[in-house]
């Protein structure tokens, strides 16, 4: 979660403005609510100000409408302080892609359903980065990279 | 979760009606229920609307029965509001392929039980 004081914003851009959608919900007082929705702007915008303190954002997500990868930012701006980015800097959301992000944990899912995820070779045999690339979580036993992907 | 205020709307569509299930469970004034279950649309229409500020949708199932893949659309659509995508634009669904969605998470699952993920 992100948990956000009176005056806080949740703030955001992209490469086109009014192409990617944002809908932000979570907990004002003791109230579940959906707090913001519309479409990123192509210069930071504030999507989401807090009417009071210990407001929670439980999730956001941004959904790429455009016919073209957009580079997005979202930043937490306190109040009176300065924006600090929340996700990677100028992150590339792939055409009709999703990513969700809950303070914790940030998701981008593609256009198949599949879930993006890097993988490192880092000391790691070609055989394992090989093994562990297709579409599938492997079982422990595919991850001995013996040198064979069943 | 995803939390609705009253005459907010889940919205769906797909590209062949009545070949995806969907079901939707969640919470309405402290009580947890299936909010609503059906066969998506091939036009965007209603999955659910909501009868009270604070609803809590906790998950949308989607199930493709058709035999050929699915590209699923949902939608938040606040009261006197417009249309915001929720997933993927035209996310492919496999066949008989489902889709969990919490409003934090996306799985997208086949129908060996495996999950879907795409190494990039």
């Known amino acids: 979660m992100i948990s956000l004081d009176n005056g806080d914003k949740l703030q955001g851009d992209t490469t086109t403005a009014s192409k990617v959608d944002y809908t932000i919900q979570g907990v004002v007082g003791t109230t579940l609510s959906q707090q913001a929705n519309g479409q990123l702007p192509n210069s930071i915008g504030d999507l989401y100000t807090a009417s009071a303190d210990s407001t929670v954002v439980a999730g956001l997500t941004l959904v790429n409408t455009n016919t073209s990868a957009e580079a997005v930012n979202l930043y937490m701006t306190p109040s009176g302080g300065t924006a600090r980015r929340i996700i990677p800097k100028d992150m590339s959301l792939g055409v009709g892609y999703s990513l969700i992000y809950d303070g914790n944990v940030m998701q981008v899912v593609n256009t198949d359903g599949e879930i993006l995820y890097a993988i490192s070779d880092t000391g790691r045999t070609a055989a394992c980065v090989v093994a562990a690339s297709d579409s599938y979580i492997k079982t422990q036993a595919d991850l001995t990279c013996d040198g064979t992907d069943d | ?120």
Do not use: H
């Open chain 2, 1 to 120: 979760m995803l939390a609705l205020d009253n005459g907010d709307k889940i919205q769906g569509d797909t590209t062949t009606a009545s070949k995806v299930d969907y079901t939707i469970d969640g919470v309405v004034s402290s009580a947890i229920g299936q909010l609503a279950d059906g066969q998506l649309p091939s036009s965007t229409g209603d999955l659910y609307t909501s009868g009270a500020d604070g609803t809590v949708v906790a998950s949308i199932t989607l199930v493709n029965t058709n035999t050929s893949a699915e590209s699923i659309n949902l939608y938040l659509l606040p009261s006197g509001g417009t249309a915001r995508r929720l997933i993927p634009k035209d996310m492919s669904l496999g066949v008989n392929y489902m889709v969990s969605y919490d409003g934090k998470r996306l799985i997208v699952m086949d129908d060996s039980g495996r999950i879907r993920m795409k190494a990039v």
